[in-house]
């Protein structure tokens, strides 16, 4: 039996094949990306296979003749060796809920469990300190609400949902996107928030690090129109859960916000998602889009204007906290 050795998908025909059989026999999807794959193989045929996309290990599969040769030990302890020579230090898997303990040995810690599947991560900083930091900045009341947003930039849109929440709340609690992955850093989206909200006494922000609509739990936000919608849907119900079980308990969150959404497939299959799941301990309550000039207001319409240096319409867009957080920054030129 060979030792792992890595497999050119995009390259190898016959090796792909046998890849996407395997997975097929073991019940695993074979649309999910990944960027490096690695196998292990008896007499020419592939009998364990493993991949990672990011810091995501997934697509693990061990042939059922196999399944008593501890061959996925080996694949993952290939494949963290791999991410840690490539300064991944933060790995977590998606996983069988069986393949737990294989997982526990090797330093991975549990994050959430579904009847169908296991996420756990290796490495800090963990869900346990997101945890803390959570309780850190909780505050007494009984009627806590929760939006969660990605403000890219924070328009009044934005601020109109989260003026509308907190008109109808004790206390709420602003989860502003972590993931690199918009035109806006995090670190200046979060500014904007904060700007655009510090005129509201009962409003905490506070980041999502990777444990909500991040590149770990729910990638295909990122892609939008790009993303399967059936993979989607089973993202956004995951992350949902991951809310409702592990985020939203620490904070006694009974309400989430979140705008109507009539432009992206992927962010509606989030909200029937949404609803679906947090019935009947989580309320979502859906508010309509704040329209100017019968123009309803988004993050989209603003990119496009700052591309173009549309003044009037940026200023019909924006808070002025952000129009001039923009203007600081020179991406607003007057």
Known sequence: ???????????????????????????????EPVEYTVGIYEQGQLIATGSYQGKIIKCLAVCKNYQSE????????????RLRAVDQNHLFVYTKPENQAIFHSLGFQEILTTQTISFMELGAPSFNQYEAYLRSR?????????????????????????????????????????????????????????????HLKNVVVLTT???LVSSAVFPAY??????????????????????KQKIAPILMIKRRYVGEEPFSPVTNKYNEAMKAVFYPEITLTIIPRLQVDDSIISATKVREAI??????LLKKFLPETTYMY????????E
């Open 70 to 81: 501890n061959l996925l030990t080996s694949i993952i302890t290939h494949l963290v060796e």
């Open 209 to 211: 690090n990777e444990y």
């Open 222 to 243: 990122f892609l939008k129109e790009r993303a399967p919608l059936e993979l989607a849907q089973l993202q956004a119900t995951f992350d949902a859960q991951l809310f």
């Open 307 to 312: 591309q173009k240096n549309d003044l009037p």
């Open 138 to 198: 909780k505050k007494e009341g009984q009627n806590q609400s929760a939006i969660v947003m990605n403000a890219n930039p924070f328009t009044k849109g934005h601020q109109y949902l989260i003026e509308t929440a907190a008109a109808e709340s004790e206390q709420v609690y602003v989860f502003v996107l972590s993931e690199e992955r918009s035109e806006f850093s995090a670190r200046d989206r979060l500014e904007m928030v904060k700007m655009g909200v510090a």
């Open 1 to 31: 039996m060979e030792n792992p050795k890595r497999l050119w998908l995009a390259q190898d025909k016959k090796a792909w094949q046998q890849w996407r059989a395997l997975l097929e026999k073991t019940g695993l999807r074979t649309d």
């Open 326 to 333: 923009l203007h600081k920054l020179k991406i607003i030129k």
